[in-house]
């Protein structure tokens, strides 16, 4: 990532799916490009990478539940989610887009998207094709979209079981540029131009 994102926070989510690994090449380009950058993760998530890793990669503690205070008695899953300029939700399971669809909040992750603004969150969903193309995960995928939330991907390619299908996760260095694009959009809605009278 070329740009420089100095002043700006960014909050990772990290669901349970093999493509949790491609997400440290993320985090670890955020922090190089200056972000502060802080990672939630599922309990399932833990299962493909550790929470050492994303806070070596991060610089800051990485969050996994919600009765555990890591650094304020606020509730964690309120200022994380108001306090970032943007959630990026990578990889996206079948199982949490369920979750952001019907407003489901059963641990951090999914309660950090509920006390979030759809329209500052971007996804990258991953799973396998025939999980995607679920009339199930359709319709969630849909509910999500309208509600505001961005989709980066997925793609298509080659997918841990063993088939080749629609539902790969995108490439990090796509992830990268949607997150500088949607940056630059949101705060260009923030600062609109003014124009002389």
């Known amino acids: 990532m070329k740009?420089?994102?100095?002043?700006?926070?960014?909050?990772?989510?990290?669901?349970?799916?093999?493509?949790a690994y491609k997400v440290c090449d993320v985090v670890s380009k955020l922090a190089q490009a200056r972000?502060?950058?802080?990672?939630?993760?599922?309990?399932?998530?833990?299962?493909?990478?550790?929470?050492?890793?994303?806070?070596?990669?991060?610089?800051?503690?990485?969050y996994t539940d919600l009765f555990t205070h890591v650094d304020t008695k606020d509730p964690q899953h309120i200022r994380l989610a108001q306090h970032c300029d943007l959630i990026l939700v990578a990889p996206c399971t079948a199982n949490m887009l369920g979750k952001m669809a019907h407003g489901i909040a059963d641990d951090l992750v999914s309660t950090l998207l509920l006390a979030a603004d759809p329209k500052r969150v971007l996804v990258a969903p991953a799973m396998n094709e025939?999980?995607?193309?679920?009339?199930?995960?359709?319709?969630?995928?849909?509910?999500?979209?309208?509600?505001?939330?961005?989709?980066?991907?997925?793609?298509?390619?080659?997918?841990?079981?063993?088939?080749?299908?629609?539902?790969?996760?995108?490439?990090p260095a796509e992830i990268l540029e949607a997150i500088g694009a949607k940056l630059g959009a949101l705060m260009a809605q923030k600062n609109p131009p003014h124009f002389a009278p």
């Open 3 to 19: 740009q420089d994102l100095s002043g700006r926070s960014i909050l990772v989510c990290v669901c349970g799916g093999i493509a």
């Open 35 to 62: 972000a502060s950058v802080n990672v939630a993760m599922t309990e399932r998530a833990q299962h493909f990478v550790g929470t050492t890793t994303f806070q070596a990669l991060s610089a800051n503690p990485v």
């Open 130 to 171: 025939e999980m995607w193309n679920h009339p199930a995960t359709q319709r969630n995928a849909k509910q999500v979209f309208e509600d505001g939330v961005q989709f980066i991907g997925p793609g298509e390619g080659w997918q841990a079981c063993r088939t080749v299908g629609v539902g790969r996760m995108s490439e």
